[in-house]
């Protein structure tokens, strides 16, 4: 297999906001230069690939890769984000892929009308992580000094159990009161919310605690200040809860390529 395939990063209009402005700026897959694809008021953005690399064979194998996996994001993402900061995007999922940009123009020809919808629905809006972990609070100095002093190490380890069990309990039981009131508060500016699972091992980040909640929020730009207070709001002042807040994105969590007005063939890896 020594062709090209044709990768597609997201779905824009072809507006002013673009014009003067180029994409292979941002880089792009494979060190190939993002280029655009029209089709009446929409455009794809797309690359060119290797199909060595990109087939649906090669995919799956690269799917145990995860260096190769992290290149391939950081490279799919820096291209959206060059889009995002001028424009309303769709983002596809890494790794989608098609036979070449006539197949692309016949997405963009058959989905036209679903494109347009959810070009309109995003304007003005973007994506915010919050994420909520239970931090148990280290033993304070006077339950250690306690256990220092205790001559029976059985009795000392079965009290720094229950105390950890204790602690761990604590947080937790905060950490989900943490959740409702980000989701209640905060949530009222936001006009979508998704929750996706909560993550887990490397993925959970590099600081201790359990993560209860995985959260993406669509607020319009101009609420974004507010948003950051009310999140922080809900959760100051609450022992063993720490929040993480990421963003701006584009609409990942939201763009849903599915439905009758989409053609079949939009594969997404």
Do not use: C
């Amino acid at each position: 297999m020594g062709g090209e395939l044709t990768y597609l990063y997201a779905v824009v209009r072809p507006t002013a906001s673009l014009d003067g402005a180029d994409p292979r700026e941002a880089g792009g897959v494979a060190d190939a230069p993002p280029r655009i694809v029209r089709v009446g008021g929409i455009a794809a953005v797309v690359g060119s690939v290797p199909e060595a690399d990109y087939s649906e064979a090669a995919l799956r194998n690269h799917l145990e890769d995860l260096g190769w996996l992290e290149e391939v994001a950081r490279a799919h993402h820096a291209v959206v984000e060059f889009l995002a900061a001028r424009t309303t995007v769709l983002p596809l999922r890494l790794a989608t892929v098609y036979r070449d940009d006539d197949s692309v123009r016949a997405v963009l020809r058959e989905g036209e009308r679903a494109f347009a919808g959810m070009l309109d629905r995003f304007a003005g809006h973007v994506e915010w992580g919050v994420k909520v972990y239970a931090e148990p609070v280290a033993a304070s100095d006077a339950a250690a000094a306690e256990e220092s002093a205790e001559s029976d190490p059985g009795r000392a380890y079965l009290r720094r159990r229950r105390q950890q069990r204790n602690a761990r309990g604590a947080a937790r039981s905060a950490a989900v009161e943490a959740v409702a009131r980000i989701r209640e508060t905060a949530g009222e500016l936001a006009v979508e919310l998704v929750g996706h699972r909560p993550q887990q091992g490397q993925l959970a980040g590099s600081g201790a605690g359990e993560n209860l909640a995985n959260d993406s929020y669509l607020v319009p730009g101009d609420s974004s200040g507010a948003f950051h207070e009310r999140v922080r709001r809900a959760a100051r002042e609450m022992t063993g809860v720490r929040v993480e807040i990421t963003g701006p994105w584009a609409p990942y969590s939201f763009v849903t390529l599915t439905g009758p007005d989409l053609p079949e063939g939009v594969r997404q890896s």
